[in-house]
């Protein structure tokens, strides 16, 4: 099993950037998928987090600004970043649970950088 990441990079504080992850493997079911993100000497936080149904969940500090969606069919999660700001510079990594024949496992993706510059 394994998550690719992509979609980041260089943008400027209020702008828009979207990130993607795509999960492939053998698999049965993808669970919860999330982002989570990590800037420079702070703990990784989770950022946003769906379930299979399509229920979201937000940190505080990203509500109404980000949006997470998963494309089921494709194995792929999203999040849409608008008004960015300069704290939202971080390492953004895909996380997700699997069924898989070893029963339940939990996954990373290999990060992707997002950079807002003030």
């Known amino acids: 099993v394994q998550l690719q990441a992509s979609g980041g990079g260089l943008v400027q504080a209020g702008g828009s950037l979207r990130v993607s992850c795509a999960a492939s493997g053998n698999f049965f079911g993808i669970n919860v998928m999330a982002w989570y993100r990590q800037a420079p000497g702070k703990q990784r936080e989770l950022v946003a987090q769906?379930?299979?149904?399509?229920?979201?969940n937000y940190a505080d500090s990203v509500k109404g600004r980000f949006t997470i969606s998963r494309d089921n069919d494709k194995n792929t999660v999203f999040l849409q970043m608008n008004g960015l700001k300069p704290e939202d510079t971080a390492v953004y990594y895909c996380?997700?649970?699997?069924?898989?024949?070893?029963?339940?496992?939990?996954?990373w993706g290999q990060g992707t950088q997002v950079t807002v510059s003030s």
């Open positions: 996380n997700a649970a699997f069924t898989t024949v070893l029963g339940n496992s939990n996954y």
């Open positions: 769906i379930t299979s149904g399509g229920v979201t």
